[in-house]
């Protein structure tokens, strides 16, 4: 069975510091690795997706994959408040037909 | 413009009702996505539009019917609901495997 994990926290960082939170997964051959925001009562947001091992950098956010290892990471650098959510990591295995695996999200609370 | 509208924002009805939750993307995507998620957990996947192919997820009951009149809009009808179907329903679309989401339908069955 196609599964994606993550630490369902909550995770707690302060303010200013980099928060880094992980993914894993079971399929191999997956190729596509996304991680979205989500604030209490609103919808997914993505924040960044990776396709290639190696790091990706966007503002104050990097995605890291490692394929070898099977997992995907999120570092969130210089923490804000507004940073608190959340963040939920999807994997589009082979052969889905555009379908993602989710998370079950991890929970992020970045203290003043 | 990564916009995907939903109406309506909130819904209430009983559970003799009938209504229908809209959503709308004008990205020229061919997939378009009806999610149903409840506190805490992440979205479940209910029904997938691609490329005018529809694919269900076999546990998604009966109640729950997906329309698709073109390739910018996916409606989802509701019949008979049970309190427990109360959740957020969100709509997505994407190109290939980015997804974009609309805001949401709160949806509460009384």
Redesign the interface.
């Known amino acids: 069975q196609k599964e994606v994990e993550q630490n369902s926290g909550p995770l707690s960082v302060p303010e200013g510091a980099i928060a880094s939170l992980n993914c894993t997964y079971s399929d191999r051959g997956s190729?596509?690795f996304?991680w979205?925001r989500q604030y209490s009562?609103?919808?997914?947001?993505?924040i960044m997706?990776i396709y290639s091992n190696g790091d990706k950098e966007d503002g104050r956010f990097t995605a890291q994959l490692n394929k070898a290892s099977q997992y995907v990471s999120l570092l969130i650098r210089d923490s804000q408040p507004s940073d608190s959510a959340t963040y939920?990591c999807?994997v589009?295995p082979p052969d889905s037909?555009?379908?993602?695996i989710?998370?079950?999200?991890t929970k992020l609370i970045i203290k003043p | 413009d990564?916009e995907v509208t939903q109406t309506p924002k909130h819904l209430v009805m009983g559970m003799t009702n009938k209504k229908s939750l809209k959503c709308e993307q004008h990205m020229g995507h061919r997939?378009m996505y009806w999610y149903k998620q409840k506190a805490?957990?992440?979205?479940e996947?209910m029904f997938?539009y691609?490329y005018e192919k529809l694919?269900i997820n076999e546990s998604v009951p009966s109640r729950f019917s997906p329309e698709c009149p073109n390739s910018s809009l996916l409606n989802l009808h509701l019949h008979a609901l049970q309190p427990e179907d109360s959740a957020?329903y969100?709509c997505a679309s994407?190109s290939?495997?980015?997804?974009?989401?609309?805001?949401?339908t709160?949806l509460l069955v009384l």
Request: zero cysteines; glycine letters at 12%.
């Open positions: 190729q596509s996304f979205y009562g609103k919808s997914p947001e993505l997706f939920l999807a589009n037909n555009y379908q993602l989710w998370g079950a999200g | 990564t997939a805490k957990k992440p979205p996947l997938v691609s694919s957020l969100l994407s290939k495997w980015t997804q974009y989401f609309g805001p949401g709160r």
